[in-house]
């Protein structure tokens, strides 16, 4: 099996920063695009950001010139760095990806990490 594993949220205030990390692990042959995701309760699920095998990305307007995604194929691994945080940036923050594995292709969601944004 596949399992992706979201780390580094936290508390910060208007104005900081964090970066967040997505570890994929099990048989896992390659992986295609990876992606993050956010969700405010009570709202859906919101686009933030994906990066494809070959490094090219794209952003939701909402956090482009403020987050930057990457990720490193060598250890199954992808970043969100976030600068110049506000508070509408408060969320649960999912990452996903489309792994080729076993025998099969799926995607495969992360469990999520709190970002809470204080004013």
């Known amino acids: 099996q596949v399992q992706l594993v979201e780390s580094g949220g936290g508390l910060v205030q208007a104005g900081g920063s964090l970066r967040l990390s997505c570890a994929a692990s099990?048989?896992?042959?390659?992986?295609?695009?990876m992606g993050w995701y956010r969700r405010v309760p009570g709202k859906q699920r919101e686009y933030v950001a994906t990066?494809?095998?070959?490094?090219?990305?794209n952003y939701a307007d909402s956090v482009k010139g403020r987050f930057t995604i990457s990720r490193t194929n060598a250890n199954n691994t992808m970043y969100l760095q976030m600068n110049s945080l506000k508070p509408e940036d408060t969320a649960v923050y999912y990452c996903n990806a489309d792994i080729n594995w076993g025998f099969s292709r799926s995607i495969f969601w992360g469990q999520g990490t709190q970002v809470t944004v204080s004013s």
């Open positions: 990066i494809g095998s070959e490094g090219s990305t």
């Open positions: 099990g048989s896992i042959r390659s992986i295609y695009v």
